[in-house]
Structures are given as structure tokens and as C-alpha cells.
């Protein structure tokens, strides 16, 4: 289903609204955001911003971003992404506390994802849908959000041989909203400074909006760098 041609949601007394589909990561320079089974980093400040983000909103996630975080986030419904039809997220070993959590289901497309997170929102009133990973999903999941939030680490790690890495972020596709990005590095948190951008699909061409933006910030380039535009996501590491 294509962003365009999506439905929006009835809320009784409330104007149909289009419920926002967004993804959310942390990476290093290199596009890393984990060796495919856990995250190299901490960065405590970072992991706050995207509990503030994604808090009350269904979150999807693939089976390996499940099983790395070992447990369902609290507050939120974890749509669990696997091919596997017997998956038990229960008998992985891992710890989930039934009473402490937004809930868990398992889905075997992401097309019945986005429903479920859909209906979830519909019931609760929740915003945004959140791709919370990993790369595979975010990698599925590119051409059907319409908003990226990224976060930035000023950090390097030594490329895991399966690295898991961020999708591209095609500068023809996307854009930086400077309103809700930041423009300097945010004080050191853990292993790392760090800072967010927020990408949104151009809705005019972007030969269109630079024309008309006082202040055009063509495609994603890596914060602190200058001259032209540079894709930052996936050059050096071959993409998931
Ligand atoms: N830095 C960050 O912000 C961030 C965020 C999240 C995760 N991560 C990291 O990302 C890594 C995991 O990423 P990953 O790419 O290896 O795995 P992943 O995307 O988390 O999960 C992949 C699994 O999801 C299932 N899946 C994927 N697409 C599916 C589809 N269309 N239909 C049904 N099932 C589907 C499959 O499970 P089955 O094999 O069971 O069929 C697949 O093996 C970890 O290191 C994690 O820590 C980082």
C-alpha cells in the first residue's frame, strides 16, 4: 500500500485524521545501528528520546529487534515481524512481564502490521505508527512512512562482520524539517554526542523547494559537514 493511497481513520467526534507512519533509528556515521543482534552503544539521553517519541503508540518491529531487546516495551503495543508461523515470543528465554507492558502480537506480513498498529492507534488515539526496526524492516518499511527521525552518534565502531545498517535516505525522496532537527551536536550522553534530524517526503520537487525555501537543506547530510550534499547511510557497509 502506498502512502498515498492509504485510509484514514474515523475517531468519532474528531475529524478524520491520517494516522502518521513514521521510523525511528540511532546511527553512527557509517549508517551502523547494530551487529544484527544487539545495539554497540549506550547512549541513555538518546534511548529517553525515543521512549518520549514512541511512548502510547504501536511500535513494529522485526523478530531479531525483538529478541535483541528481550522483552516488550512498557506503554506501547509490540508488533512482533516474523516469517516463523509457530513464533512464540514467550518461550525465547527472555523476560516479558505480561502486566508491565502495552502489549504484545505477532504478525506475519508487514501489510497486516500496518493494519494492526493501525486499529491500535484507531482504539487508543495514538498518533504515529513507529517502525522501530531493525534493518530489514526499516529497509521494508521505506516507501511506505512518511516521516524519518533520526538520530545521529558521534561515534565510531568497528563495522561488526554482519553489521546491521540504517536505509538510505534518498535526498531526491527526502528532506530535513530544520524546525525539528538540531542544528549542533546535544551534550555527550553515555559513549556519545548525538543529535536528531527529521525527514519528510518532499511534497513539491525538490528543484521546486529550494527555489521557494530561503533556507533549502537538500537530503541528509552528515551533521558537521560541508559542501555538497552527501549520503551518509550505507556507503561503506553493503545494506541488509
Ligand atoms: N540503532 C537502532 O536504532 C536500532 C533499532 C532497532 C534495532 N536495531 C538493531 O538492528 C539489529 C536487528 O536488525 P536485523 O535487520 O538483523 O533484523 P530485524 O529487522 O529486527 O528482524 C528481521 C526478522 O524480522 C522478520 N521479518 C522481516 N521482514 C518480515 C516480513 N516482511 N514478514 C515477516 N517477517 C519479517 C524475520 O523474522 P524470522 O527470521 O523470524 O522469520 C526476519 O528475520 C539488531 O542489532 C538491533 O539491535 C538497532
Redesign the pocket.
Known amino acids: 500500500m502506498s502512502v498515498e493511497s492509504r485510509a484514514t481513520v474515523e475517531r468519532p467526534g474528531k475529524a478524520s485524521t491520517r494516522i502518521k507512519r513514521a521510523s ?4 553512527t556515521e557509517d549508517g551502523v ?8 552503544w549506550h547512549v541513555p539521553a538518546d534511548f529517553h528520546h ?1 521512549k518520549e517519541k514512541t511512548w502510547g503508540c504501536p511500535l513494529i ?6 529478541e ?2 528481550g522483552t516488550p516495551l512498557r506503554g506501547r503495543l509490540n508488533i ?5 508461523q509457530g ?1 512464540n515470543p514467550v518461550n525465547t528465554g527472555q523476560t516479558a512481564k505480561s502486566d508491565d507492558h502495552g502489549g504484545l502480537a505477532v ?4 501489510a497486516d ?1 500496518f493494519t494492526l498498529a493501525e486499529e491500535e492507534a484507531a482504539r487508543t488515539g495514538a498518533p504515529t505508527i513507529w517502525i ?9 518499511a521505506m516507501s511506505q512512512v512518511d516521516e524519518l527521525v533520526v ?1 545521529y552518534l558521534d561515534l565510531e565502531v568497528a563495522a561488526p562482520k ?1 553489521a ?1 545498517v ?1 536505509p538510505n535516505i534518498d535526498p531526491a525522496e527526502w528532506h530535513v524539517i530544520n524546525e525539528e532537527s538540531d542544528s549542533e551536536w546535544r551534550p555527550q550522553s553515555g559513549d556519545a554526542r548525538w543529535l536528531v534530524k527529521v525527514y519528510r517526503r518532499w511534497t513539491e520537487s525538490p528543484a521546486e523547494a529550494f527555489q521557494n525555501s530561503e533556507n533549502p537543506v537538500p537530503g541528509n547530510r552528515w551533521p558537521g559537514t560541508k559542501g555538497p550534499s552527501q549520503n551518509v547511510n550505507g556507503a561503506r557497509i553493503e545494506q ?1
Open positions: 525511528i533509528w540511532a546511527q545501528i547494530g551487529d544484527g543482534k544487539a545495539m554497540l525515543f518491529m522485526g523478530r531479531a529487534s525483538y535483541a531487546l512482533v515481524l516474523t516469517r516463523n513464533y504478525v506475519h506480513s508487514l502490521a522501530a526496526g531493525g534493518a530489514q524492516v526499516y529497509k521494508q538520530s554482519h546491521a540504517a541488509v
